[in-house]
């Protein structure tokens, strides 16, 4: 259907060059999930709408139907995140979040949930120190996961289902989630964690960390890397952001973090 004018409330996730002035803008919004709009002109330097296009800006939109592609019509921008263009490892973690909301989200339904969790781990991250951005990425990441339900398995044992609790365990994407140490011989083991890695790996599942445990780089890189897996096996795509990521997280990086089996 088109020709329909609505309006939404949006994080801009992603914008691209469309002819000689446009832009084609990829929004995640609450009432509508992800909406791919027209910017008409937004590239020209008079441009009113231009400054509200960046990413991660958050807008009250309002918007055309039509029939292939939506256009943007009017934003009104409602909140910015300064601090992600401060700190080049910020604004990288935030890219990697909006890459995987990309990949979770949907078109034409509300996605209140994911919307709004995004908006809280955006707001974290913009004022996060530079040595906390690992984990607040990571947790970002596994709490994206979970809204949309395909966080993997952190306190049973994805083959025995039993309870894991301080102690070392394997980590299967195949299945989903961590393996006890007896019954890695049934399943196919991408991970060995130790218990310091289980340990934090579970803390995930939580809606905030404490502050000490925001410390832990090298837990937090290794899980980071760990979790990459599980997106990229899941949706079936790599995950570009996390390139540069790695080149961020270099000088963190210690022989402790997770490795591959």
């Known amino acids: 259907?088109?020709?329909?004018?609505?309006?939404?409330?949006?994080?801009?996730?992603?914008?691209?060059?469309?002819?000689?002035?446009?832009?084609?803008?990829?929004?995640?919004?609450?009432?509508?999930?992800?909406?791919?709009?027209?910017?008409r002109g937004a590239r020209k330097a008079n441009a009113r709408i231009g400054g509200r296009t960046e990413q991660f800006v958050v807008n009250d939109l309002q918007l055309y139907r039509g029939r292939s592609l939506d256009q943007l019509t009017q934003a009104e921008s409602l909140r910015t995140f300064p601090g992600l263009l401060q700190d080049l490892g910020r604004l990288t973690a935030a890219q990697y979040l909006a890459e995987g909301v990309l990949q979770e989200a949907t078109e034409g339904q509300p996605q209140e949930d994911l919307y709004d969790l995004l908006l809280v781990h955006l707001e974290r991250l913009a004022v996060t120190p530079s040595h906390q951005i690992a984990a607040r990425l990571v947790h970002g990441v596994y709490q994206l996961l979970a809204v949309g339900g395909v966080a993997p398995e952190v306190h049973f044992c994805t083959v025995s289902h039993r309870p894991i609790a301080a102690e070392s365990a394997g980590f299967s994407v195949e299945a989903g989630g961590l393996v006890a140490l007896e019954c890695l011989s049934h399943e196919r083991v991408g991970f060995r964690l130790d218990i310091e890695q289980?340990?934090?790996?579970?803390?995930?599942?939580?809606?905030?960390?404490?502050?000490?445990?925001?410390?832990?780089?090298?837990?937090?890189?290794?899980?980071?890397?760990?979790?990459?897996?599980?997106?990229?096996?899941?949706?079936?795509?790599?995950?570009?952001?996390?390139?540069?990521?790695?080149?961020?997280?270099?000088?963190?990086?210690?022989?402790a973090g997770a490795s591959p089996q």
């Open 1 to 39: 259907m088109s020709g329909k004018t609505y309006r939404a409330t949006g994080i801009n996730l992603r914008r691209m060059p469309l002819g000689e002035s446009d832009l084609l803008m990829t929004i995640l919004t609450r009432e509508n999930g992800l909406v791919r709009a027209v910017a």
């Open 198 to 255: 289980v340990a934090a790996l579970q803390l995930l599942a939580d809606v905030d960390l404490t502050p000490a445990s925001l410390d832990w780089n090298y837990l937090w890189i290794g899980l980071e890397r760990l979790l990459r897996r599980h997106i990229e096996f899941h949706f079936d795509r790599p995950l570009r952001a996390a390139t540069l990521l790695e080149i961020c997280f270099e000088p963190l990086a210690v022989p």
